[in-house]
């Protein structure tokens, strides 16, 4: 990650275009928008590769930390907008005469940032701790999950609530005061993004190495086992929970500048259970398996929604299907077991 955030700025823009080793802009917004995906999956192996919780309701806290960030991204358009006024073009469509109470500090960066971490992380915290005390998990746990986001994208959709209904956010036009769509602005949001995904994955790894790692891997293998021993499970989880939440909300932020959009599609349980087929595909519990598993699997989604559209879902419930049966620690598991094994011999 360190060699890409430092090569890629002169790729793009210091080799000429012509040159064979010119980075395009379509390879940055491609590659920035993977590295997002590829933190959301490193949440998800926190939670289900150490922890043995699968959520399919990622999705939501992607999307929440992206339109905490496309409000703010909506108020710096300022009168730039189709009908020239302060609010926000789809509010003035609708004849909305202020904003609402839930905008209140949208124009300020320091409160967005607030905002992205916290939203996600509050509505982690308040539905795990009831899940949590309640010791739902397994399957029931993964469908709670799903409704959960399922009933929130429903929300989303509707015009009243002031998220832009359907069409959610977009035409945006600056970010801190430079605009969205300079090429420094994107490669230093590409760059961003990059240093954000190793910080996690570092993070991670101390997390996971750490005494509180060892009983979320406890958790995961023998739960009855680690309450006879005087730990409260409920706790660990509820925390780890919580902190992929705030990580998915994280990436939604920064996903929606780079992508330059925002609407209730990316709370669609499809989403969710990508993430989970990300982390299925690199390896669980292996931390760097789920971020080549994003790229490995939105890599094939790029490339064959371009070639074969119609054949991409196909290709993706086969993938699953195939990681499950014969790769059931993934790609980076099967290359550890070759690596072990040689080693022996």
């Not at 992508?259 to 519990?285: C, F, K, L, Y």
Request: hydrophobic share 55%; with cysteine.
């Amino acid at each position: 990650m360190i060699a890409v955030c430092a090569v890629a700025p002169v790729l793009n823009l210091v080799v000429p275009a012509g040159s064979v080793f010119h980075m395009s802009d379509y390879a940055v917004a491609l590659i920035g928008k993977i590295m997002c995906y590829a933190i959301c999956a490193l949440a998800m192996d926190l939670i289900w590769g150490y922890t043995g919780i699968l959520s399919l309701g990622h999705g939501l806290f992607f999307a929440l930390g992206g339109y905490a960030m496309g409000m703010y991204l909506m108020r710096q358009i300022g009168r730039e907008g189709h009908y020239k006024s302060e609010l926000p073009d789809f509010m003035v469509f609708l004849d909305w005469k202020t904003l609402p109470w839930h905008w209140t500090f949208s124009d300020s960066f320091l409160a967005t940032a607030i905002y992205i971490v916290a939203v996600p992380g509050l509505l982690a915290f308040v539905f795990g701790f009831f899940a949590f005390r309640s010791r739902i998990k397994g399957v029931y746990f993964s469908i709670i999950t799903q409704a959960l986001t399922y009933a929130a994208m429903l929300l989303f959709f509707r015009n009243e609530t002031g998220f832009g209904g359907n069409n959610g956010f977009t035409d945006f036009k600056r970010i801190l005061g430079f605009p969205v769509a300079s090429e420094h602005t994107r490669m230093a949001l590409f760059v961003a993004t990059g240093v954000v995904l190793l910080g996690f994955l570092l993070l991670s790894r101390w997390l996971v190495a750490s005494k509180f790692g060892r009983v979320l891997q406890a958790i995961r293998d023998a739960e009855s086992r680690v309450m006879f021993c005087g730990y409260n499970p409920a706790g660990y989880k509820l925390a780890i929970w919580t902190l992929s939440a705030m990580m998915c909300g994280v990436a939604g932020a920064l996903y929606v500048p780079q992508v330059g959009i925002i609407n209730p599609s990316e709370m669609s349980p499809a989403q969710s259970i990508e993430i989970a087929v990300w982390a299925a595909v690199g390896g669980r519990a292996t931390l760097v398996g789920p971020i080549v598993g994003a790229f490995l699997v939105n890599g094939a989604k790029s490339w064959l929604t371009v070639t074969a559209p119609e054949f991409w879902l196909y290709f993706l419930g086969a993938l699953f299907i195939a990681v499950t049966l014969f790769l059931p620690n993934g790609v980076v598991g099967l290359f550890r077991s070759r690596a072990r094994k040689e080693g022996k011999a």
